[in-house]
């Protein structure tokens, strides 16, 4: 493919698909007045889930929504979609029998099957992903056949764990240009690169095999041995000397399940595409999408596009300010106090992210000593021993009877004068 000079500071606009709106939470219920995905981030701008937390269910093509974005330039083909079913079809090493489909194609020695029309999908032009989608679209069929004859209490379900592992593990802002919020022309060049490297070197499906004679081939995955009579998965990448159990076909990264088996190899380990990429670029943690720019943000153990850095509730730039990290994201000090900063048991006035305070359960105070200190003697408890009784501090035990027994007192002289 080839690049002639561009701007390097020029944005490369896509028009984001558009996303239904309006469709309730399945986290936080009533509390979300339904999904409005954020500008940038992958989440919903109202309760912070994400799009697959949400409820989308009954939008027909929503299922299918995902990757059929991705084959808008695909020409589909005019006859039937065959339905796959499993066939056995003798190898020639005789110590493993594969396992394919009627009516599908076996490219070479990857195994992968086409389950639409060979020779259509054989002459995709264009498509930086073709042995991933082919597999995708293959399994989507058996899929939705298979949920189709769930119960309807349990197809719901279903669709949401399936769509929930894709999303996971194939993150569309990964595999075409047009689900990323922004790019520079330079980093677009660098986006087509590595698709371009991911699809011939790295992308692959794995083959299930039965193995026939004892041997010792040993899983990939656990070092143990792979028994005779039993199945295992092969990846091309690797050679056909290596194999897993099916249950240790997973991600070297995340230990998940490949979905749909679908894998990318790496320094001799497999993983999904999410942590393949993950092994190449840093990932943002506020967009999710791959850094491809030079210059980014490293905190709290993360990174993050320069431009998104910014504060998890308001989206204030955060580049050169202070801010406090919770749960892994940054918050400018204004809306850290207005969300998190408890209120001085003493004065009742809010402890701020500036001024140091002390905890005890649910009970707050300031670090300092008139709000830190004895009920009954006014002593300075910072770094003391302390009694808490009803939320109030005390000094010692006598202290605490003497002022409870004159509280008492008191209240008693102030009911006779009324």
Avoid at 81 to 96: A, G
Wanted: proline letters at 5%; hydrophobic letters at 30%.
């Amino acid at each position: 493919m080839a690049y002639g000079p561009v701007p390097v500071n020029r944005k490369v606009e896509f028009r984001i698909p558009l996303i239904p709106k309006y469709q309730r939470c399945l986290r936080c219920g009533d509390d979300c007045p339904g999904l409005e995905l954020h500008y940038w981030r992958k989440i919903c701008k109202h309760c912070r889930c994400s799009r697959e937390d949400h409820d989308l269910h009954g939008n027909e093509s929503d299922d299918g929504q995902p990757i059929g974005m991705l084959l808008d330039s695909i020409p589909r083909p005019t006859g039937s979609v065959h339905v796959i079913s499993e066939q056995r079809i003798p190898d020639t090493q005789n110590c493993v029998t594969s396992i394919t489909s009627n009516n599908c194609r076996v490219s070479g020695s990857t195994g992968t099957a086409y389950v639409d029309d060979p020779k259509t999908l054989t002459d995709i032009h264009g498509s930086e992903t073709d042995i991933v989608l082919s597999r995708v679209i293959a399994e989507n069929i058996r899929s939705q056949k298979y949920i189709s004859m769930m119960p309807p209490d349990k197809q719901l379900f279903a669709a949401q764990l399936r769509r929930r592992q894709l999303q996971k593990q194939l993150p569309l802002h990964d595999l075409h240009p047009k689900f990323c919020s922004s790019l520079t022309e330079s980093e677009l060049v660098k986006f087509h690169k590595f698709c371009n490297k991911r699809r011939q070197r790295a992308a692959g499906v794995g083959q299930v095999m039965e193995v026939k004679e004892a041997t010792n081939f040993r899983c990939h995955r656990c070092i143990k041995n792979i028994t005779s009579g039993g199945f295992c998965v092969t990846a091309a990448h690797l050679g056909s000397g290596t194999g897993w159990h099916p249950g240790c076909f997973t991600c070297a990264t995340c230990n998940e399940l490949l979905v749909d088996m679908i894998y990318f190899c790496r320094n001799e380990e497999i993983y999904c595409e999410r942590h393949y990429a993950d092994t190449i670029y840093p990932r943002c943690a506020a967009c999710d999408e791959i850094i491809l720019a030079r210059e980014y943000t490293q905190a709290e153990k993360q990174t993050w596009h320069v431009e998104h850095f910014c504060c998890w509730n308001c989206d204030a730039p955060l580049a050169g300010q202070r801010y406090i990290a919770k749960d892994g994201n940054p918050f400018c000090m204004i809306c850290f106090d207005t969300l998190y900063s408890k209120s001085c048991n003493t004065c009742r006035r809010t402890i701020t992210a500036d001024s140091p305070g002390l905890s005890h359960g649910d009970f707050h105070w300031h670090a300092c000593p008139h709000c830190f200190s004895c009920s009954g003697c006014g002593g300075n408890l910072i770094n003391q021993q302390f009694l808490l009784k009803d939320g109030q501090l005390f000094c010692s035990v006598d202290c605490k009877q003497r002022t409870m027994l004159s509280w008492t007192q008191n209240g008693l002289q102030n009911l006779h004068i009324h």
